[in-house]
């Protein structure tokens, strides 16, 4: 289950009950975790070197019952040496740093050692709020 940032939960009450511009950039980038993620934890837990980078999140099926899902996949480079157990995600709307905007857990945890790439098929990301 993914969970909504405070910046986001803020920004959305501004902009529909208050009128206020959202703040945030234009752009999604996910990111992988080897820790839990939280709004008090961004700077902690995400994947650093071996080729790691952010990845631009480009399509988005359209929103249906309170959810959506990636349309296309999102390939992060291959790991040019071990980036350790993958196990949580978020998006953000910066490929460095930037706002969090969503974050959750991965279904299934995976290792990624060097000469490994790390994927999330078209469908794979998907974000609700129920």
Avoid: C, K
């Avoid at 019952?65 to 949580?88: D, I, L």
Wanted: no cysteine; aromatic share 10%.
């Amino acid at each position: 289950m993914t969970a909504m940032s405070d910046f986001l939960e803020n920004a959305v009450l501004d902009q529909v009950l208050r009128g206020v511009a959202y703040p945030g950039g234009t752009t999604i980038w996910a990111a992988l975790f080897t820790t839990p993620t939280t709004d008090s934890t961004i700077a902690q837990g995400e994947v650093v070197g071996g080729a790691y980078a952010r990845v631009q999140v480009t399509s988005w099926d359209p929103p249906a019952s309170g959810q959506t899902s990636n349309s296309s996949s999102v390939a992060f480079n291959t790991a040019t040496f071990p980036w350790g157990t993958v196990t949580h995600f978020a998006l953000f709307d910066d490929p460095t740093t930037g706002n969090l905007l969503y974050h959750g857990p991965i279904t299934v945890p995976r290792t990624v050692n060097a000469g490994d790439s790390f994927v999330f098929p078209a469908g794979n990301i998907t974000i609700s709020h129920d």
